[in-house]
């Protein structure tokens, strides 16, 4: 069994047993029209070729203060005790009723929604810290507006786990393009990877 844990600045949001899993993600982002920090989201589903899939959210929530944390951790084992289990969108969300939209693309509107956005911070800074001995810090550029840093995991290669970090702005995001890499490494069994980010 691996089990990845996922904590805020010391306290566990999740912990998620990957066995039955297909997918499982963990996504700290933000931006600077945002008055928090970041925002955390943890999530993942089964996708069988013969049978319905199950999307799940274990943790999703806004990261206020000056220098959230977040630790990523990989192990072999845990407690069953201490294994959480995600809520599917229906669970998570019971009082939305179901939109029934499967077109993501912004329409003009949403574009311009989200270019006219205010800024309400003025920057923001990132540092990156594996147990494997990696210690990266810095701020946005001044093209960027947006952070976002993931731990992907898959049964492909059930003992590790691919971490990405990057920045981008606005036209990137509505292009779909990519950013600027700030990171790209493994997490295998045993390590952790610890995100933190700020004004």
């Given at each position: ?13 999740a ?8 997918m499982?993600?963990?996504?700290l ?10 925002c ?45 289990q ?15 939209r ?63 970090g ?14 600027t ?19």
């Amino acid at each position: 069994m691996a089990v990845m844990n996922i904590a805020v600045d010391g306290a566990t949001v999740a912990a998620v047993d990957l066995a039955r899993l297909d997918m499982f993600a963990v996504h700290l982002y933000g931006d600077l029209t945002s008055a928090d920090a970041a925002c955390l989201s943890c999530h993942g589903g089964t996708y069988p070729d013969d049978g319905p899939s199950t999307f799940r959210i274990w943790a999703e929530q806004a990261l206020p203060g000056r220098t959230p944390m977040v630790t990523v951790t990989f192990t072999d084992s845990a407690p069953a005790a201490q294994l959480t289990q995600g809520k599917t969108i229906a669970e998570m969300f019971p009082d939305e009723p179901h939109s029934g939209r499967t077109d993501f693309t912004p329409t003009p509107a949403e574009e311009a929604e989200l270019r006219n956005r205010p800024r309400v911070r003025a920057g923001f800074s990132w540092a990156l810290r594996t147990s494997g001995g990696d210690d990266l810090a810095g701020r946005n550029g001044s093209d960027d507006d947006s952070f976002a840093f993931s731990v992907l995991w898959t049964p492909d290669y059930p003992t590790q786990a691919r971490v990405n970090g990057s920045t981008t702005n606005i036209d990137n995001v509505l292009r779909r393009a990519g950013g600027t890499e700030l990171y790209n490494g493994m997490l295998h069994v045993g390590d952790s990877v610890t995100f933190r980010c700020g004004d």
